[in-house]
Each structure stands twice: as structure tokens, then as C-alpha cells.
């Protein structure tokens, strides 16, 4: 039972959890309604991120530096492709957000449904 318990609580965090999505960060895989989704690796750092701040607007500038990097050479533009693709894996209704929500003037944050 001790033993359990400690896998439990390991394998606990390693992942998130949130309505119908699950992301498992040790194998870096993502389940809507427990089927796994395809996912690039900025897809899910993007996913991972907004997760991790869930209700936190995030400014656009923060997001794409954390997923990807000061030194990077793409453009913030970038980030509103892939906040699409994005919603058009995890969300019922792609033009109508309810998990991944602009924050205008701001960026994004990721809402509990």
C-alpha cells in the first residue's frame, strides 16, 4: 500500500488534468476524452504552459518566449498559428473557445470548463 501510494503521488505529477484533456509530461502525450492526440512539440509545450497557468492571462511575449526562446528567429505571429491549431485539437467548438480563451489586449490563459 506504501508503495502505491508513492507511485500515486509520483505518477500524479507527472500529469494534468483538466475536463476531458490529460496531458502525461513523462511521455509528453496528450488525451482529449482519453484518445491521444497528435502533437507537435510547440503544440504541446504551447498546451503545457497554458496548463500549468491555468486562469493566468499570459502575455503573448511571455508565452513565446517560454515555448519559444530569446534567441529564436520566428515571428510572435507564430504563437496565434499554433494557438489555433491548438484549438482546433482540444476545443469542441474551434471558433468558439472555452478552454483557451484570449485575453485582449494581453495574450491568453488557459479556463477551467
Known amino acids: 500500500a506504501k508503495i ?3 507511485f500515486k ?7 494534468i488534468t483538466d475536463d476531458n484533456i490529460r496531458i502525461n509530461k513523462a511521455s509528453r502525450a496528450v488525451y482529449k476524452n482519453e484518445k491521444k492526440l ?6 504541446f509545450e504551447l ?3 497554458l496548463m500549468e497557468n491555468k486562469g493566468r492571462a ?5 508565452i513565446f518566449e517560454q515555448v519559444w526562446g530569446s534567441d529564436s528567429f520566428s515571428e510572435q505571429q507564430t504563437l496565434t498559428v499554433h494557438i489555433k491549431w491548438l484549438r482546433q485539437k482540444i476545443e469542441d467548438a474551434p471558433k468558439n473557445p472555452k478552454k ?3 485575453v485582449w489586449g494581453v495574450g491568453y490563459k488557459y479556463e477551467s470548463v
Open 4 to 6: 502505491s501510494g508513492i
Open 47 to 49: 498546451l503545457l504552459l
Open 58 to 62: 499570459l502575455s503573448k511575449e511571455y
Open 100 to 102: 483557451i480563451v484570449t
Open 38 to 43: 497528435e502533437m507537435t512539440t510547440k503544440e
Open 9 to 15: 503521488r509520483r505518477y500524479a505529477l507527472d500529469e
